[in-house]
């Protein structure tokens, strides 16, 4: 097969002609190989077996490079994530993308490979995709869009079954991504090796379900953190959540960006992070598989929900008063996912 010798996307390649078959066949088919991909029918025939998870997302984020990932690492983990988080089983996923005119190959075959490399974490498989190139200036650099379906392994998950009693737990420390996103793009040189968390969350949810722990509720905390996910069972549950400041795990370089900024590190984006409900009963088990088994070792119970101030959720701070938690409100850091 003729190589592709251009250094950069042109318009040709999403003509639909030998250019753009090329592309296809060189970059993706080559990183994302499976039978089902290889049939290069117009629709993925799929098997399925009992109650699916079916979710999609399109990602902008800017710069497409930050440290801990890039635009192709953070489309998977994103949608798998969703998965995941209605305790479904990654299988097949969808991949879109739109490509500005003029941009690098090389980036584009980088952005492929930390997608391949992503997918081999969940098992998961593309098996169908389109590209599209625009005119400079009509994109950004690349958009992707992925949709993915799942089978559902645990059905009792949703934002409506918090209970009384029930114990909030955070995997990890929180903020990373929105503090490695705005460090990248005001290219700010702090004394911090911070990274973003961006990060696939299924082997983690996999061992929790086959623990069989009693999960009320799961929740990615991407756009608007925390704040947005506790604020949303609240409300869907209605209960009351109450939050302890200082059993939230936040790292010394999140809380620095924080202060400079004026930012709240509880509404700062996730996308490795994620909160869980469980009863009393199951904290133990799940902290100990978490920490044990899932490289967690920041874990934590933050919180619980109460019957008190039902659709609100109040932060206990370290001084001994309390204030509400309230849904981030305006634009934060634009194009972080």
């Not at 290889?38 to 629709?43: I, L, Q």
């Not at 082997?203 to 608007?224: F, K």
Request: hydrophobic share 40%; charged share 20%.
């Amino acid at each position: 097969m003729q190589k592709n010798n251009a250094k950069q996307v042109q318009l040709s390649h999403g003509g639909g002609g030998k250019e753009m078959n090329r592309l296809i066949k060189e970059i993706f088919f080559n990183a994302f190989d499976n039978p089902i991909l290889r049939s290069e029918e117009d629709a993925a025939v799929l098997h399925f077996d009992g109650n699916l998870a079916f979710t999609t997302d399109s990602f902008t984020v800017a710069p497409l490079f930050f440290a801990g990932g890039d635009i192709g690492k953070l489309s998977i983990a994103g949608t798998v994530n969703d998965l995941a988080m209605m305790g479904a089983e990654p299988q097949y996923l969808s991949c879109s993308f739109i490509i500005e005119e003029g941009f690098a190959i090389e980036s584009l075959k980088t952005i492929v490979s930390s997608m391949a490399s992503e997918l081999k974490k969940s098992s998961a498989r593309i098996v169908c995709g389109d590209t599209k190139v625009v005119p400079k200036g009509c994109a950004d650099g690349v958009f992707i869009n992925t949709s993915g379906v799942g089978r559902i392994l645990n059905s009792g998950i949703s934002v409506k079954n918090l209970q009384l009693g029930d114990k909030i737990i955070v995997s990890r420390d929180v903020g990373r991504h929105g503090a490695a996103i705005l460090m990248a793009r005001e290219s700010l040189a702090l004394e911090s090796e911070l990274t973003s968390d961006c990060a696939t969350l299924w082997p983690i949810v996999e061992q929790l379900i086959a623990a069989n722990i009693d999960i009320h509720a799961m929740r990615d905390a991407t756009r608007g953190g925390l704040s947005a996910v506790l604020n949303e069972w609240a409300s869907a549950s209605e209960v009351g959540i109450e939050v302890i400041e200082d059993a939230v795990p936040v790292c010394d370089a999140v809380k620095g960006l924080c202060e400079l900024y004026g930012f709240e590190p509880f509404d700062l984006a996730n996308e490795g992070t994620f909160i869980l409900a469980v009863p009393d009963a199951s904290v133990e088990a799940t902290l100990e598989i978490m920490q044990r088994f899932c490289h967690c070792e920041q874990s934590a119970v933050i919180g619980q929900v109460t019957d008190t101030r039902q659709g609100k959720v109040v932060l206990q701070t370290p001084c001994g008063s309390q204030r509400y938690l309230d849904v981030p409100q305006g634009e934060l850091l634009p194009r972080i996912c």
